[in-house]
């Protein structure tokens, strides 16, 4: 949870809360000994009460994710903790902003939607933030062009039925589809294909690998941050509800959305082809289904 009486990303106030109070209490130990390393915060130990004055709060909580299970596989028992959680956040009268974590990040964040009853801009998931990074980077090292000049994106589920719109991607204002023909350094089809599956399993592979993903998400999750707390107005793939956009209506999934103090200000409804956007609609009603099959 965050506090921020500016909009700097030097927090004044960084609150932990967690059930394991031992657990919290090295936590709080373990960052305030790197607090020389960086500019002036306090970090402590905190409670549900801390809510009412909070700017930010993030939601990380939930069972972890096994080697080759899917996030969807999560859901009935990440629900529920969710719950407890909103239940308590929902007793103090807040403005914060929620950036829900949580795997299935989607329907976890159409979840705390329901059972916090705010704005919807002020109630967002990671969504497909690192998806996107990882789009982007292994772009990168096989066109030679530094990720920072690439635009991608990554929409719908964070998950199985993610969606790539290459239509929406370009290098230095140029399109990836014009780019390859420049470039003419592979056979861009069939490396489009090979990306998407990269993109799709990484979190599988560095699961099986390592147990977790932590750096990857832990940088995005500093990237959504940023954005809400300097009022950045930066177009970052969050999960949000969908009101018509893309066609789409009553579902949480990831679009390039506007982020800034408000949350989401703005849902970029964009172009795109019609084979991309029967895949997005596909992806949607998957997740409006594991939705409506919550039973908490």
């Known amino acids: 949870m965050v506090d921020n009486t500016t909009l700097e990303l030097a927090i004044s106030t960084f609150y932990h809360i967690t059930i394991d109070n031992k657990r919290v209490e090295g936590e709080v130990m373990d960052l305030s000994h790197g607090l020389p390393f960086i500019p002036p915060v306090s970090i402590k130990q905190a409670d549900y009460s801390d ?27 990440n629900a529920k903790i969710i719950d407890s959680i909103c239940a308590q956040i929902k007793k103090y009268d807040t403005n914060a902003t929620l950036v829900m974590v949580t795997n299935p990040v989607d329907t976890l964040t159409q979840l705390a939607l329901q059972k916090l009853d705010w704005p919807h801009k002020r109630n967002i998931g990671s969504g497909t933030v690192l998806d996107a990074a990882r789009l982007k980077y292994m772009l990168s090292r096989h066109c030679g062009i530094d990720a920072r000049n690439i635009h991608a994106y990554v929409i719908g589920e964070h998950g199985d039925s993610e969606v790539v719109p290459w239509s929406l ?24 294909a090979k990306i998407v599956e990269q993109v799709r399993n990484s979190a599988y592979h560095i699961i099986d690998y390592k147990g977790a993903t932590f750096y990857g998400i832990g940088l995005s999750l500093v990237r959504i941050s940023g954005a809400i707390l300097r009022n950045e107005k930066s177009v970052l793939t969050v999960s949000t509800m969908l009101n018509g956009e893309y066609d789409i209506e009553g579902v949480c999934l990831s679009v390039p959305c506007v982020i800034s103090s408000a949350g989401v200000e703005k849902i970029i409804d964009g172009e795109l082809t019609v084979g991309e956007q029967v895949a997005l609609k596909k992806s949607s009603e998957k997740l409006r289904k594991v939705y409506d099959n919550i039973n908490i």
């Open 169 to 192: 991607a370009h290098i230095a204002g140029v399109s990836i589809e014009k780019y390859c023909k420049i470039c003419k350094g592979c056979d861009s089809q069939k490396y489009h």
């Open 51 to 77: 809510c009412s004055d909070a700017q930010m709060i993030v939601i990380t909580a939930g069972a972890k994710q096994k080697p080759a299970q899917s996030r969807m596989e999560l859901v009935q028992e």
